[in-house]
């Protein structure tokens, strides 16, 4: 077996080394490489888990990678009557009430007292035919439309009959009796008490120059056409449609049209519903309660 000379200082003798010594070193060097390879992998290890995690770094402050922790609350969604429009609240003015705006009247359905009388009554300052009388709410919001017609091209209009009080209804009344038999005046008239003429916020209009007055032709003017498509606007409902005899009791008058205001107006314009009898679900009024 060869010998490897060792070199001591301070001694010149050299001692001879074994390979099969040599061997044990390199035994015992491949052992602590290990356990220095060892250690340091657990290191690199436990800082990788630490910037998962998101635990706090040497300064006590959240790592960058931190994710929220199961403790924490979601953002709240918004709730659904957040993002839902507010229904129409049809409870809002009475339909019972003859100084309410809202009231409906039909032949089922009389003023309550039947002798009722407006207290704001005024004169509405438009062209007219007949005394241009009607509850102020109601000639504010004519003389808004009135204007509008004429400046969107439809003409000019007029008031051709407005505020009728018991008495006078009793006369209006009476004449058609005459002319046409009970039976055709109910078709076209209200009797005393059942007018919407007598709450002041009713309206029957012509053109200017007067064409089809109080006829079914009026709707084929220029002024019944607007008034069709943009009274809602002003708060007016046609009162009395073609297609709703069976409901409202009176044939198609495409001059009456009646004031309920711009918030109910445009809510049945949109819903489509055209008539108050069916949008507050009312009985259908052909004729009167015997």
């Not at 080394?17 to 060892?38: C, F, N, Q, W, Y």
């Not at 339909?95 to 009247?105: G, L, M, Q, R, T």
């Not at 309550?112 to 509850?135: C, E, K």
Request: some cysteine; charged content about 20%; aromatic content about 8%.
């Amino acid at each position: 077996m060869r010998r490897v000379q060792s070199y001591t200082p301070g001694n010149d003798r050299r001692k001879p080394i074994r390979v099969s010594d040599t061997a044990t070193i390199e035994s015992m060097i491949s052992r602590r490489t290990r356990h220095i390879l060892v250690a340091t992998a657990g290191a690199i290890l436990a800082l990788t888990v630490v910037g998962c995690t998101g635990s706090p770094g040497p300064t006590g402050s959240p790592s960058k990678t931190s994710r929220p922790s199961g403790t924490q609350s979601a953002t709240p969604s918004a709730s659904p009557s957040a993002t839902q429009p507010a229904r129409f609240n049809k409870g809002a003015l009475s339909i019972d009430d003859p100084a309410s705006i809202w009231v409906v009247v039909d032949k089922l359905r009389p003023l309550n007292p039947r002798d009722y009388v407006p207290a704001d009554l005024i004169q509405t300052p438009v062209a007219h035919a007949n005394p241009p009388t009607l509850r102020k709410e109601a000639a504010d919001a004519m003389v808004a439309m009135f204007a509008a017609g004429k400046a969107e091209g439809a003409g000019g209009m007029q008031l051709q009959s407005a505020y009728r009080s018991y008495t006078t209804q009793v006369v209006v009344y009476n004449r058609y009796v005459s002319q046409a038999g009970q039976a055709g005046a109910d078709a076209q008239s209200a009797r005393p008490g059942f007018s919407e003429h007598q709450t002041g916020l009713a309206a029957d209009i012509s053109s200017v120059p007067a064409t089809c007055v109080l006829a079914a032709c009026f709707g084929e003017t220029a002024q019944g056409k607007w008034l069709v498509a943009n009274a809602y606007r002003f708060g007016f409902l046609l009162r009395y449609p073609a297609d709703k005899v069976a409901v409202t009791g009176y044939m198609y008058e495409p001059w009456h049209f009646r004031y309920i205001g711009a918030a109910l107006a445009t809510e049945m314009h949109d819903e489509g519903v055209t008539t108050l009898e069916e949008f507050f679900g009312l009985p259908a009024a052909p004729d009167y309660a015997k």
